[in-house]
């Protein structure tokens, strides 16, 4: 199957990450919580593309079985429905964690859950890696820098977070799971690594995921309106989910002297006017752009510098906005006419 498990998915496109960095190591069992969610099920199919044995584990809040419906024939590949949030146990040789919902609106409407999940979630893992002497790589976010008081954002930046705010179940989450992770590292030796990710967009996202790059494609090839939340001047770094994936990969591959945390994002900084731009510009819709009011702590600006990524990782993002988008837009024109065809039958 090597190469070709794509070939049944509905994206025609092959990744041009490095993941041979992984082949030419001994084949690991690796589990990926979160894995049937938009960025996990591209990691479990870089990592099974690899040759190792994946094993997946989702409680299916966010992630969804078409997801990784492709995965299922693979004998490597076993999926177990599981909430981060209870402890479990199983032989394993590295661990992601990527179980948490990325998107304001599904994390914020079980906020309680949200700061479990990313919590005790990480606890609960952090205590697996311990037991088993398993690597643990922990998706971190921009969002532990807040509304940012220092552009671009650069690792040793504290950050500017309310505490309190409808954001904070999310971004007060995950510094603590940092937290965890660092203390996991010196107390009991577990090889952890943390890498904080940037707006990440691309194939698989949900139509209904509620983040801009999906929310604008669905709208303007519905021919919706689109919807700016305030006026648009705000500011964020696009990332295409091959180039993340490459970048998870070599993070884990690295020294274990390298615990990060690692800035993983594009740098590249458009306005969200600029985006709507571009979405109606590549789709070729007549939707017209309507405002809506900010969301409360909405960050005014997010850019990451990389430098830290380049130097120990040597990676850097390859995919340009436009050509990402051309690919999303592709991924949910295919989805929303298979949806209209289910309907119509
Ligand atoms: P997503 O919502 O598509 O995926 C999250 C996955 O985790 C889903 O499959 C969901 O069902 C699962 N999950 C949630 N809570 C769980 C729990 N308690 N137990 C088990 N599984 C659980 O989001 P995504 O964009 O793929 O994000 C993946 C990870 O990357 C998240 O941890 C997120 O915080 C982080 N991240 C993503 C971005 C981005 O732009 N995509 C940016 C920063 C950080
Ligand atoms: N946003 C928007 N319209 C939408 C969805 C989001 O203008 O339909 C804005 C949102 O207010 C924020 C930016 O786009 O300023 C990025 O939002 P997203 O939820 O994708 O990510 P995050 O705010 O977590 O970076």
């Known amino acids: 199957y090597l190469g070709n498990i794509r070939a049944n998915s509905s994206r025609k496109t092959t990744y041009k990450g490095s993941y041979s960095l992984y082949n030419n190591q001994p084949k690991?069992?690796?589990?990926?919580?979160?894995?049937?969610?938009?960025?996990?099920?591209?990691?479990?199919?870089?990592?099974?593309?690899?040759?190792?044995?994946?094993i997946c584990l989702d409680n299916f809040s966010t992630g969804l079985q078409r997801n990784i419906a492709h995965?299922?024939?693979?004998?490597?590949?076993?999926?177990?429905?599981?909430?981060?949030?209870?402890?479990?146990d199983l032989q394993i040789d590295?661990?992601?964690?990527?179980?948490?919902?990325?998107?304001p609106p599904h994390y914020q409407s079980d906020p309680v859950h949200t700061t479990k999940t990313c919590v005790l979630g990480s606890l609960n893992l952090l205590?697996?890696?311990?037991?088993?002497?398993?690597?643990i790589l922990q998706a971190s976010t921009s969002e532990v820098y807040g509304d940012p008081n220092v552009h671009p954002q650069v690792e040793s930046y504290w950050g500017n977070v309310n505490p309190f705010g409808p954001r904070s179940c999310y971004d007060e989450g995950?510094?603590?799971?940092?937290?965890?992770?660092f203390d996991f590292h010196k107390k009991h030796n577990v090889e952890t690594k943390v890498v904080r990710i940037f707006n990440t967009y691309g194939p698989r996202m949900r139509p209904d995921d509620g983040r801009v790059v999906s929310n604008f494609i669905v709208q303007a090839l519905k021919g919706e309106d689109i919807t700016i939340y305030g006026d648009g001047s705000q500011?964020?770094?696009f990332c295409f989910v091959?180039?993340?994936?490459?970048?998870?990969?070599?993070?884990?591959?690295?020294?274990?002297?390298?615990?990060?945390?690692?800035?993983?994002?594009?740098?590249?900084?458009?306005?969200?006017?600029?985006?709507?731009?571009?979405?109606?510009?590549l789709t070729g819709s007549r939707s017209k752009i309507i405002h809506r009011p900010l969301p409360v702590d909405d960050?005014?600006?997010?850019?990451?510098?990389?430098?830290?990524?380049?130097?120990?990782?040597?990676?850097?993002?390859?995919?340009?906005?436009?050509?990402?988008?051309?690919?999303?837009?592709?991924?949910?024109?295919?989805?929303?006419?298979?949806?209209?065809?289910?309907?119509?039958?």
């Open 28 to 54: 690991r069992r690796i589990l990926v919580a979160g894995g049937a969610g938009f960025l996990g099920s591209h990691l479990c199919e870089a990592l099974l593309n690899a040759g190792h044995q994946v």
């Open 71 to 88: 995965l299922r024939r693979l004998e490597t590949f076993t999926t177990i429905a599981h909430d981060i949030v209870q402890p479990f």
């Open 94 to 103: 590295e661990i992601y964690n990527l179980a948490c919902p990325a998107s």
């Open 127 to 135: 205590e697996l890696a311990t037991r088993t002497g398993a690597r």
């Open 174 to 181: 995950k510094r603590c799971a940092e937290t965890l992770f």
């Open 235 to 237: 500011t964020r770094s």
């Open 242 to 281: 091959d180039d993340l994936i490459d970048g998870f990969i070599r993070m884990m591959a690295s020294p274990s002297s390298l615990t990060g945390p690692v800035n993983l994002g594009n740098p590249g900084e458009f306005t969200i006017g600029e985006l709507a731009e571009k979405v109606i510009g």
């Open 299 to 345: 960050p005014r600006q997010r850019r990451p510098d990389i430098s830290l990524a380049m130097q120990e990782l040597g990676w850097r993002p390859k995919v340009n906005l436009a050509s990402g988008l051309l690919q999303t837009i592709g991924y949910f024109d295919h989805l929303l006419a298979q949806s209209t065809r289910e309907l119509e039958e």
